[in-house]
């Protein structure tokens, strides 16, 4: 069965700090990857999505990247933090052509 | 463009009461169409999902919903609350050709015993 891990949990770094958020899924091939960011009252914002390895679409231009260096891994990166990027990140993915996503379980970051 | 409209950020019933969570839709094309529950700090769940076919979707938990292509409408039902339906709901449709989900802003439902 397809699994999907994201980790850490929780994170709290300081403003001007990089940042790594590490996705993957297991029990599939070649899936559809994606990054959404949900604040407070928002809903749910699509960040980045990704069709195959180093294929990536961003989709609001902001302080954060993405890549897909692996078929099933898929990282949210940024190099200075700002108060901004606090959220609930959430990673997802599809099979291609199926619009049914699963989703990982989140991390929550906090900026100070 | 397609767009996703949930009426109403936050919803109350009693426990054993109905639950009625309202979505409606924009799109130029035939949409799929998805609910999605959030629990405190947790990922989404899929519900439930319309895609072709029968209108009326039987999801987990014991959530239907219809889609209702005169009315842009694809509404969560439930027809008797528990306490443990209590978090956030988010009605999602796809963006043809993308495979992207386009979700609204959801609802939190509140279950009162």
């Known amino acids: 069965s397809q699994t999907i891990h994201q980790w850490p949990a929780t994170l709290v770094q300081p403003v001007g700090s990089p940042l790594s958020l590490e996705c993957t899924v297991e029990?599939?091939?070649?899936?559809?990857l994606y990054w959404y960011r949900q604040a407070a009252g928002r809903g749910l914002q699509l960040l980045f999505y990704?069709?195959?390895?180093?294929?990536i679409s961003s989709e609001v231009p902001q302080n954060l990247s993405a890549s897909r260096p692996q078929d099933r891994q898929f990282i949210l990166s940024s190099k200075k933090l700002l108060l901004s990027d606090s959220g609930f990140y959430l990673c997802?993915?599809?099979?291609?052509?199926?619009?049914?996503?699963?989703f990982g379980s989140g991390t929550r970051l906090t900026v100070v | 463009a397609q767009s996703v409209t949930q009426l109403g950020s936050h919803v109350s019933v009693s426990e054993g009461a109905l639950v009625l969570l309202r979505c409606n839709y924009s799109?130029?094309?035939?949409?799929?169409l998805f609910w999605y529950v959030q629990y405190p700090n947790q990922g989404l769940q899929l519900l439930l999902k319309y895609t072709t076919g029968a209108t009326l979707v039987k999801g987990i938990n014991g959530f239907e919903a219809e889609f209702k292509k005169s009315e842009t409408s694809f509404h969560l039902t439930k027809p008797s609350a528990h306490m443990s339906d209590a978090a956030e709901y988010f009605c999602a449709v796809s963006a043809l050709g993308t495979g992207k989900l386009i979700f609204g802003q959801g609802t939190t439902l509140q279950v009162k015993p």
């Open positions: 029990g599939t091939s070649n899936p559809n």
């Open positions: 997802a993915w599809s099979l291609q052509g199926d619009y049914g996503y699963t």
């Open positions: 990704s069709v195959g390895i180093g294929q």
């Open positions: 799109s130029s094309v035939p949409p799929y």
